[in-house]
DNA sequence: CCGATGTTTCAATAATTTTTGAACTTAGGC
DNA sequence: GCCTAAGTTCAAAAATTATTGAAACATCGG
């Protein structure tokens, strides 16, 4: 199933077409996209991983550009991104030049890796900023409920922080 | 501690002036910016919550808008907000005209509130899809690991809906 | 090294989200 | 009922975030 297309006369390497996405393919990346829309991922990097997911086997950066019809910068980027946060592996084939990429086995994993990236670094830059307004507030003096209110967000904080590696324990563990 | 100016002559009622954030009060908005903004919650809503927060007593409209210099527009659609996820209540004194604001007591049934409000309906929405999906997929003879991939997102996602109620238990439990 | 393929970078543009403010609605006191 | 203060709405403007694409960079086989 390849559509010849493009003029394409004897000169070989005139760019490949690819199949615009199946209506159940479409589907399954609305998936992603939504459920990556809540925690502030891109649309193009859901709709990636959603190709990945849903291929049956490794695809290379052309491949995941023609099919989902968008930009070398926008692939670029997002493989990067889901590189970094260790949701998709490359497979590079040995005589081959370039590398293809399929998710990692565990989607678990992978979305505990990319809260892990948003709320610890959050929870490490608030706790002497959030120690700071509470001293601020005890020296001048005030309210008895706002200081109470600030220590236990103080509370909360620490045990966020020490609870953290047992609920999103880092990739070595 | 009250600046007159304002050329304020005799004639009663120029706006009242308000006091811009004092130091501590703007790091305390910076964290609630930060951890609202994981949440894909706008900054402006975040700052009321704020403001609210270290605050001795409840506070009325104007106080907030004054003090934040914002516009009454976002002003009100901040409380609105935070009233639809239950993170603030009005204090109406008797005699008084106007409503005055304040969080409520717990900031972790707030959040957990919150949370609800977003994952819930994308869990709800996306199963009948997942499973046309995977119907799709079974039907068109598809590699089997892609079958395997997504009967497992599909009892992820059964999962997720049934445990919901225990991990987010709506206001009423 | 060279040339070609494959990938990244990043400034410019496009899309999306948030904020503003003026017009409108609501509710209370008289 | 009318008038006024209090608050809401929503279209337009501003701010932010995502995407594009052309130029720069990297890497491999020869």
Redesign the interface.
């Known amino acids: 199933m390849k559509l010849p297309s493009e003029k394409s006369a004897g000169r070989r390497k005139s760019r490949p077409t690819f199949e615009s996405l199946q209506?159940?393919e479409i589907?399954?990346a609305?998936?992603f996209v939504?459920?990556a829309?809540?925690l502030?991922v891109p649309r193009s990097v859901a709709e990636i991983y959603a190709l990945l997911?849903?291929?049956?086997?490794p695809l290379d950066f052309d491949h995941i550009q023609g099919r989902l019809g968008m930009s070398k910068g926008s692939v670029s980027q997002g493989l990067k991104f889901l590189r970094g946060h260790e949701m998709i592996l490359s497979v590079k084939e040995k005589g081959a030049r370039r590398e293809r990429w399929q998710?990692t086995p565990s989607?678990?994993a992978s979305l505990v890796a990319l809260l892990r990236s948003?709320?610890l670094p959050?929870l490490e830059?608030?706790q002497p900023?959030?120690q700071?307004?509470l001293a601020?507030?005890q020296q001048h003096g005030?309210?008895p409920?706002?200081v109470e209110?600030?220590t236990?967000?103080n509370r909360?904080n620490s045990r966020a922080l020490e609870l953290a590696p047992l609920l999103l324990p880092p990739p070595g563990a």
């Open positions: 209506p159940h589907e399954l609305d998936f939504r459920m829309g809540i502030g997911y849903i291929s049956p086997g998710p989607l678990a948003q709320v959050a830059q608030a900023s959030l700071r307004v601020d507030v005030a309210n409920e706002v209110r600030l236990r967000l909360w």
